[in-house]
């Protein structure tokens, strides 16, 4: 009896070994970050940097190639600016920019620590065991901001590439064991 397989399985399964390489760099380089978050954050900054700057230019490229004519071209244009200057900024003081995306993350946990407690307390009347969950992932939220906040400006120099990297380690590991269980799911 042949096994039906959902068209992403299904795909994972004929790559195996692309998804098997692609786990095991994603875990590497979780590793190193997990290993030198410092280094991680600077570099997660720079990154973020070039991407804005690009994005930046090729927006201000394109608003001047369609006229200012078109409706949105202000905005637009803008916009293409903001990204552009937030690109070179990070660039040129990518210290700077860690701090300020470490303060962006711990907004981001205080803001949906919040909103899954508000959550939580509306799914309690209705859901019988769910609504825990909710609580506690809004709890953990809410831990993991304040420490953030609580250790600023010290907490900046490791958290974003610490929080990174354990996000690249469990992604390649769930990725590997998805490839690995597929693999087997074929042989059989």
Aim: aromatic share 10%.
């Amino acid at each position: 009896m042949r096994t039906v397989l959902p068209r992403d399985a299904d795909t994972i399964r004929r790559h195996v070994t692309g998804f098997l390489l692609y786990g095991a760099v994603l875990c590497l380089l979780g590793l190193f970050a997990i290993l030198a978050p410092s280094f991680a954050a600077v570099a997660i900054s720079l990154l973020l940097g070039w991407l804005l700057l690009i994005a930046g230019a090729l927006g201000i490229f394109a608003v001047f190639r369609s006229g200012s004519s078109e409706p949105g071209y202000w905005s637009n244009l803008l916009m293409s600016v903001v990204f552009l200057l937030a690109g070179a900024t990070l660039l040129w003081r990518p210290l700077a920019g860690v701090l300020t995306l470490t303060i962006i993350l711990a907004a981001y946990f205080l803001a949906t620590g919040l909103f899954k407690l508000g959550a939580a307390a509306r799914y309690r009347s209705t859901m019988a065991r769910g609504w825990t969950w909710m609580l506690v992932s809004g709890v953990i939220d809410l831990v993991l901001g304040l420490l953030i906040v609580f250790g600023l400006p010290g907490s900046a120099d490791w958290v974003l590439g610490l929080l990174v990297g354990i996000n690249l380690l469990f992604t390649g590991l769930a990725l590997v064991m998805t490839a690995m269980a597929l693999r087997t799911l074929q042989r059989s």
